[in-house]
DNA sequence: AAGTAGCACAACCGCGTCGCA
DNA sequence: GTGCGACGCGGTTGTGCTACT
């Protein structure tokens, strides 16, 4: 067991970063830009870790970043995707241009955890508080909407949370069926993977990905997403503008399709 | 004015994943 | 196919600031 550290932390520097570290740091990227972290603070000059410049780069000196306070339509887009993709901050991130993960992640923990509390909301599980407890999504392992009717998931109510009340019903089915596989899944576009750039999880692991090409969670590009057309113009809007896409957000709002990641 | 609690956010840590040899 | 190094992510901690008593 253990794991090496990811540098020699005798020689390194901790803590807040001074104004001079800054100017090094942001000096050396502009003059051979980002890369290569673990060579990048020996010759930067720095006495800090490859992961260290990484996060102070990342998330505070980067010139893009947008500084300041966040909007109220930040703060329900966060909320809206908080809903639909869980604790996956780098994703979130990449949806609202000039913020980073670690301030959504910081500023859901301070700010909007509360709100929604105050709104009688879990933010865990985005339910109403005073709902009767359902099954842990984390026992939630495959959605599969082989064996379901079409017009059993095409009804245009949606939850607090924006999710379609019969696609809630199901991924929260508590008695699978024999065709009932509950493995919930969220997968990137099957013909081309704009996130290629982004983090490695999201290119990763097929454990939690999101098919971008139907936005529903559970839905591979495969089979099971042409046979959702239906309910894919539906949730997604795309056929329909005005009406609210699975998000609960009007058509036009939000696209995954039209959004990159950073 | 001093002490304390709560808040906000920067930074660190450990682990999962990917790319490559 | 396997092992290793590097990167990126999410969770957690540390610290400074502000409000309150």
Avoid at 4 to 20: D, Y
Avoid at 143 to 153: G, M
Avoid at 218 to 224: A, V, W
Wanted: glycine fraction near 8%; aromatic fraction near 6%; proline fraction near 5%.
């Amino acid at each position: 067991m253990g794991r090496s550290p990811c540098c020699e932390k005798a020689h390194t520097n901790k803590g807040a970063w001074t104004k001079e570290e800054d100017d090094r740091l942001i000096a050396y990227i502009r003059a051979h830009g980002e890369g290569c972290w673990r060579s990048l603070p020996k010759a930067a000059g720095l006495l800090r870790c490859g992961k260290s410049c990484r996060l102070r780069w990342i998330n505070y000196l980067r010139p893009d970043l947008k500084r300041g306070n966040f909007t109220e339509d930040e703060d329900e887009l966060i909320i809206k995707l908080h809903s639909l993709l869980g604790n996956k901050w780098s994703v979130i991130a990449g949806r609202l241009p000039g913020r980073t993960d670690n301030e959504i992640k910081n500023y859901w923990n301070t700010h909007i955890r509360r709100k929604l509390i105050s709104r009688g909301i879990d933010p865990t599980t985005h339910r109403s508080i005073n709902e009767p407890a359902s099954p842990p999504v984390q026992e939630i392992k495959t959605i599969s909407f082989n064996s379901a009717p079409k017009e059993t998931i095409s009804t245009t109510s949606t939850t607090a949370c924006g999710l379609s009340s019969k696609v809630e019903e199901m991924i929260h089915a508590q008695e699978p069926g024999p065709d009932l596989n509950l493995e919930l899944r969220i997968s990137l576009p099957y013909q081309q993977d704009p996130f290629k750039t982004g983090g490695r999880r999201s290119s990763g692991g097929n454990s939690s990905t999101l098919c971008y090409d139907c936005s529903m969670p559970g839905i591979h590009k495969t089979e099971d997403c042409s046979s959702i057309t239906t309910t894919n113009s539906l949730i997604s809007g795309s056929s329909n503008s005005g009406r609210y896409d699975f998000l609960g957000l009007k058509t036009g709002v939000l696209d995954y399709r039209s959004l990159e990641m950073k």
